[in-house]
């Protein structure tokens, strides 16, 4: 069954760093976008950034441009998102989620908090 594992959450102080991994399984990975969405406290799901089946296209919400990247590792079943210069208003459960078409699928969600 397809499976979504995230890691790399934390706790970190503003203008710091994490990296998150989404680990996937279940699936043909390199066939399907792969995106990093956030939720914080008493607010929707947002979409932070997306990256193409191959890795050649990206899209950032404006809020994390200059400061988050997106990867992927296609031979390791794996995406990568790269944070730096925390601010607390990055602080959210990060999830990760593999679309292709209709198919959607969702990781359980790594917490992300940014305090001093």
């Known amino acids: 069954q397809v499976q979504l594992v995230e890691s790399g959450g934390g706790l970190v102080q503003p203008g710091g760093s994490l990296r998150l991994s989404c680990a996937a399984s279940?699936?043909?990975?390199?066939?399907?976008?792969m995106s990093w969405y956030r939720q914080a406290p008493g607010k929707e799901r947002e979409l932070v950034v997306v990256i193409t089946s191959t890795g050649d296209s990206t899209n950032y919400a404006d809020s994390v441009k200059g400061r988050f990247t997106i990867s992927r590792d296609n031979a390791k079943n794996t995406v990568f998102l790269q944070m730096n210069n925390l601010k607390p208003e990055d602080t959210a459960v990060y999830y990760c989620n593999a679309r292709r078409g209709w198919d959607s699928s969702w990781g359980q969600g790594t917490q992300v908090t940014v305090s001093s």
């Open positions: 279940g699936f043909t990975f390199s066939r399907y976008a």
